[in-house]
């Protein structure tokens, strides 16, 4: 009873299964077969193991990200001096990961409610001018009566009316520039139980002091020039700055798990999403990116309000993660799909015993061994004594030089066996 376990367990774990199968000898159809099990071989290696690594498991990444501008923004519009912080000049309130940078604007100060005319939409008497309505391109609501000395509709809304169509012209802002924008970014892991921020091993607070962002010289450090943030994701600065524009910051956490978590660092990379220079302004429907902000307060109890147009870069700050380790289970299952073309390759052509292998598992035929066939079954048909069709037989073997017949393992064998009895 031991020894049948023993030899049943040794059978098991010792022995590989493979079915007997047909060799036919074909240029064609074996140059086909050949092709396919290398091309089968190249997709196992090549795609799921090398590219797609395949004996990895993946997760990703749960983030958090932390911005903040610095620095301070200087104008003189018609002997008006101002200084812009940031404060003034990032919108909304710092710390977001999406973001604008005033870098233009127009002003228009002293705005209170009353009646006042509107800047386009002519009109030659007040039939034109139906009161209560709203235009859609409109400031306010229409009081009925026509301006004579605008030939514009009047309208209820905050007075005066803003006058956009000039923008500024190199942009008032040109100093933002040299603004710089500080990332602080974390991600984890929650497959593998890894955290990590871009404050990497070697950052610390004298080399942020002094650091600079460069793809090149300072790929880790995380602070940036504004001016080298569009020049990076292919923008010229003071065509963006005059009427906005959208770019995107990617952090692109790739990480290989199987070595140490020290090798595991951000990448960033920059992106124009919309503000493209190569783009002509009559391709484009809507140019830059623009929008309104007010400050109300109260003067002699009338309110009153400056409304800004303001023209920036919006700045997305977008994370991109994937982490991959070994694991035992995707490894199986991708050596799984091509274990029996590998075994097979290793069974007929690497071992020292391929040839018996090769004649135990393959049962060969050739054009003789058909001739053969079609020998057998003509005979039949032409009702042939069998002596007679035995005799064309054995020349057929003559002109070959072998007599297979002799080869219980042969096909001809096995036909002359079956016809024997």
């Avoid at 018609?78 to 973001?99: I, K």
């Avoid at 302004?281 to 400050?295: E, L, P």
């Avoid at 993660?321 to 035992?328: G, V, Y």
């Avoid at 061994?369 to 002596?387: A, E, F, P, V």
């Amino acid at each position: 009873m031991k020894s049948k376990i023993s030899n049943a367990l040794s059978d098991f774990f010792f022995e590989y299964e493979t079915p007997r199968q047909v060799l036919v000898r074909n240029r064609r159809v074996g140059v086909v077969c050949r092709l396919i099990q290398l091309g089968v071989l190249a997709y196992i290696i090549g795609w799921v193991f090398i590219y797609e690594k395949g004996y990895q498991t993946s997760d990703t990444a749960v983030s958090s990200v932390f911005s903040k501008m610095k620095g301070v923004g200087y104008t003189n519009v018609s002997g008006n001096e101002m200084v812009w912080d940031v404060a003034d000049y990032v919108f909304p309130s710092q710390g977001d990961s999406s973001f604008v940078v005033m870098t233009n604007y127009i002003i228009t100060e002293g705005q209170k409610m009353g009646k006042c005319p509107e800047l386009e939409g002519k009109c030659s008497s007040d039939g034109d001018c139906e009161g209560g309505s709203l235009k859609r391109t409109g400031h306010g609501q229409m009081t009925g009566v026509c301006v004579n000395a605008t030939k514009t509709c009047e309208v209820l809304t905050w007075c005066p009316v803003e006058n956009d169509h000039n923008i500024p012209d190199p942009p008032l802002l040109m100093s933002a520039e040299n603004y710089t924008l500080f990332i602080k970014n974390s991600v984890t892991f929650p497959l593998f139980g890894v955290t990590r921020s871009n404050l990497v091993e070697g950052i610390n607070y004298a080399y942020i002091k002094t650091c600079l962002y460069h793809p090149t010289d300072s790929p880790l450090c995380p602070i940036f020039k504004l001016g080298d943030i569009v020049k990076l994701s292919g923008f010229n600065f003071k065509k963006i700055a005059k009427e906005g524009g959208a770019i995107g910051i990617v952090v692109d956490w790739t990480c290989n798990l199987d070595v140490a978590v020290k090798h595991c660092k951000p990448k960033y990379e920059f992106h124009g999403l919309y503000g493209n220079p190569d783009e002509t302004d009559k391709a484009r429907a809507s140019m830059g990116y623009n929008f309104r902000y007010a400050k109300h307060y109260m003067e002699d109890k009338v309110q009153k309000r400056t409304l800004l147009k303001v023209f920036g870069i919006r700045i997305d700050i977008i994370v991109q993660s994937l982490a991959r380790k070994f694991d035992i289970i995707p490894t199986l299952t991708a050596i799984g799909s091509g274990a029996t073309v590998v075994c097979d390759l290793v069974l007929l052509y690497l071992l020292p015993k391929r040839e018996f292998y090769k004649n135990m598992k393959f049962k060969y035929t050739d054009t003789q061994t058909q001739n053969i066939l079609y020998l057998q079954h003509d005979s039949k048909l032409l009702g042939l004594d069998t002596s007679v069709y035995y005799t064309l037989e054995a020349n057929a073997r003559q002109v070959q030089g072998t007599d297979q017949s002799k080869d219980p393992d042969s096909e001809a064998g096995s036909i002359e066996t079956a016809m024997t009895k």
